[in-house]
């Protein structure tokens, strides 16, 4: 299974043994944003045959930052809640502006499962071509999740500070240009304006068409090039928590490229004040 399918992949394929589809949307809730219930909206139409991955549940319980990645103990409890198994095939697709399946993608191959991709235009698309949706949600037989591996992937702070001051790693920033100079505060209180010194921006929604569907090839490629960022040396991801973030891992992964997500991002970052920060353009 290729990591970016179609929907008419997924219709043809959506009743295959050990396939399984995940709904991953999540709403971040910043303010401004308009309140949405993502378990609510996955009840009342979702794709055949998928399951809520309920991402706001799998972040790690009493962290201190939002949406920080589950520890192994957690993780293995909601995924054997979700009746995973490590061997499942597993498609994730969203209905958020966020993007927010990148993130589980980046979850699940923490945690050692590898065969996973996206859904090309999410829910969005499957609905725009008039494929069927299905109401409420199918019970789910649980599973014992035995999780081989922890955090690959990932950085956390002592980890970013290392590869900020080694100056080898890129540092790519997915918020917005005004979030990125300054020129905009930070949604959440207490967190600097600005951004990591010696990152570049590359605004997440760059990597898609118009339509919504991933940008591919020479066409994905040009949007890091025109960020500054070369794709030959190392790289890692940041934005504000940690989504976003993921949507350039998995840009950069249809590309051949492999690349670590901070997970405190930005609000871990800019709310510490032992960390230096800049401000205006890259």
């Known amino acids: 299974m290729t990591a970016l399918v179609s929907t008419e992949w997924l219709a043809a394929h959506a009743d295959t043994p050990g396939l399984r589809i995940l709904d991953a949307s999540y709403h971040v809730g910043l303010p401004g944003e308009a309140p949405r219930d993502a378990a609510a909206e996955f009840a009342a139409g979702h794709i055949p045959g998928a399951t809520f991955m309920d991402l706001a549940a ?45 993130r589980a993608w980046v979850m699940l191959r923490a945690f050692g499962f590898t065969d996973v991709a996206l859904l090309d235009g999410g829910l969005a698309k499957w609905k725009a071509e008039g494929r069927p949706l299905e109401q409420g949600a199918a019970p789910v037989t649980p599973t014992t999740v035995d999780v081989p591996r922890s955090g690959i992937g990932l ?15 890129q540092i790519v920033d997915a918020r917005s240009a005004a979030r990125f100079t300054g020129a905009e505060a930070d949604p959440r209180p207490g967190v ?35 960020a500054g ?42 709310g510490d004040p032992a960390t230096p920060k800049a401000t205006g353009d890259a």
């Not at 950085?155 to 790693?169: C, E, I, K, V, Y």
């Not at 940041?238 to 991002?265: K, P």
């Open 58 to 102: 799998f972040a790690e319980p009493d962290a201190p930052l939002p949406s920080t990645m589950p520890g192994t103990a957690h993780f293995a409890k909601l995924a054997g809640r979700l009746g995973l198994r490590s061997d499942d095939r597993i498609v994730l697709y969203d209905d958020a502006p966020h993007r927010t399946a990148a």
């Open 192 to 226: 600097a304006p600005g951004h990591i010194p010696g990152s570049r921006n590359l605004p997440y929604p760059q990597l898609f068409d118009v339509d919504g569907t991933w940008k591919q090839g020479d066409a994905l490629a040009a949007a890091f090039t025109a």
């Open 229 to 270: 960022v070369d794709l030959d040396r190392p790289l890692a991801m940041t934005c504000g928590s940690g989504i976003t973030a993921s949507v350039l891992a998995f840009g950069a992964h249809l590309l051949g490229r492999d690349a670590a997500v901070y997970d405190g991002s930005w609000t871990e970052w800019g």
């Open 155 to 169: 950085l956390d702070l002592a980890a970013m500070r290392a590869l900020q001051s080694g100056g080898t790693t």
